[in-house]
């Protein structure tokens, strides 16, 4: 069946209970609120710069996707938070430092000044650095009160791949190392696939995992994971070239100025909004036989690849 807003999709999926975001934001950010040091305690301005650009007000996608794939595997969703945090917690330290001087040099996030701007380089460093390690001591946390540690511990190797040199960090370096030079569109893919698909696929990942998901379950949840994975950051490219500093809450343009290679460069706007849909679509293909437990996958899909923002 094909509906209005994109590809078709299993039956099961069509006829699910309508996913609410709001609810996995609103039990996300109070548990962030938990897990984060008060900004009064010492040292305080280091807290402060923490919890400042963890509050910024994010989408919190990658914590909902962990959220969504474990109890699509039957894991409650409060035994998920600590891992959901994990993962908020690596995100926002990558933005922190993405945003530095000798990164992307961005002055605003999410509609107000960059951590390093309001903060100092010296205070923005280290608040990435220690929501990090933060986001591991969740982890090792929440491993000790489990009955099932052996899970946990297998998470804490698979976020730490998704984050580190062969993940994010090392997509993180490929795009430094890559401004001003051309890309080809497989090269573009692969430093994609790593600085922002490696962490929402690590995402999808940690939450079969925790689960106690079967190997072919995985499998196709992470072949999910990759598609969502690519398709987020086509339609980033998109919106650097179509949005606002108002609706992106980032100076918009920034990855021409700065010379990076873009999808919607090398495929013009209209390819790159057709490769997205095609991801989408590799997505949706990915959930057929999970039935209609993967409904909320399946709705955030959607939304990565028609979002505005």
């Known amino acids: 069946m094909r509906t209005a807003d994109g590809p078709s999709r299993p039956r099961e999926l069509e006829s699910a209970p309508r996913f609410d975001f709001g609810d996995y934001r609103a039990l996300v950010d109070q548990a962030l609120d938990e897990v984060l040091p008060p900004a009064e305690r010492p040292p305080e301005r280091l807290h402060e710069a923490m919890r400042y650009s963890v509050f910024a007000g994010g989408k919190r996608?990658?914590?909902?996707?962990?959220?969504?794939?474990?109890?699509?595997?039957?894991?409650?969703?409060?035994?998920?938070?600590?891992?959901?945090?994990?993962?908020?917690?690596?995100?926002?330290?990558?933005?922190?430092?993405?945003?530095?001087?000798?990164?992307?040099?961005?002055?605003?996030?999410?509609?107000?000044?960059?951590?390093?701007?309001?903060?100092?380089?010296?205070?923005?460093?280290l608040a990435g650095d220690a929501l990090q390690t933060l986001?591991?001591?969740?982890?090792?946390?929440?491993?000790?009160?489990?009955?099932?540690?052996?899970?946990?511990?297998?998470?804490?190797?698979e976020l730490g791949d998704a984050?580190?040199?062969?993940?994010?960090?090392?997509?993180?370096?490929?795009?430094?190392?890559?401004?001003?030079?051309?890309?080809?569109?497989?090269?573009?893919?692969?430093?994609?696939?790593?600085?922002?698909?490696?962490?929402?696929?690590?995402?999808?990942?940690?939450?079969?995992?925790?689960?106690?998901?079967?190997?072919?379950?995985?499998?196709?949840?992470?072949?999910?994971?990759?598609?969502v994975g690519l398709a987020f950051q086509i339609v980033d490219?998109?919106?650097?070239?179509?949005?606002?500093?108002?609706?992106?809450?980032?100076?918009?343009?920034?990855?021409a100025a700065r010379g990076k290679s873009t999808y919607p460069a090398l495929l013009g706007r209209e390819g790159a909004r057709a490769d997205a849909e095609r991801l989408r679509a590799v997505a949706l293909a990915s959930l057929e036989p999970l039935g209609a437990g993967a409904a909320p996958l399946a709705a955030l899909a959607d939304y990565i690849v028609e979002r505005s923002r």
Not at 101 to 107: E, Q, R, Y
Not at 195 to 218: E, F, N, Y
């Open 61 to 125: 996608l990658r914590p909902i996707l962990l959220l969504a794939t474990g109890e699509s595997c039957g894991a409650a969703r409060e035994e998920l938070l600590p891992a959901a945090c994990a993962v908020e917690l690596i995100h926002t330290y990558s933005l922190i430092h993405d945003d530095l001087p000798a990164f992307d040099d961005d002055d605003y996030r999410r509609g107000r000044p960059a951590n390093h701007k309001a903060f100092g380089e010296a205070v923005a460093i």
């Open 135 to 157: 986001a591991f001591q969740c982890l090792g946390a929440a491993a000790r009160l489990s009955t099932h540690p052996e899970r946990w511990v297998e998470a804490v190797a």
């Open 163 to 227: 984050a580190g040199s062969t993940g994010m960090a090392g997509g993180q370096y490929a795009d430094v190392a890559a401004q001003g030079a051309a890309l080809d569109l497989d090269a573009l893919r692969a430093l994609h696939g790593a600085k922002t698909g490696a962490l929402l696929t690590g995402c999808v990942r940690v939450g079969a995992i925790l689960a106690g998901a079967q190997p072919d379950r995985l499998e196709r949840l992470d072949a999910y994971g990759k598609a």
């Open 237 to 255: 490219d998109i919106l650097d070239v179509e949005g606002s500093l108002e609706d992106l809450g980032k100076r918009p343009g920034a990855d």
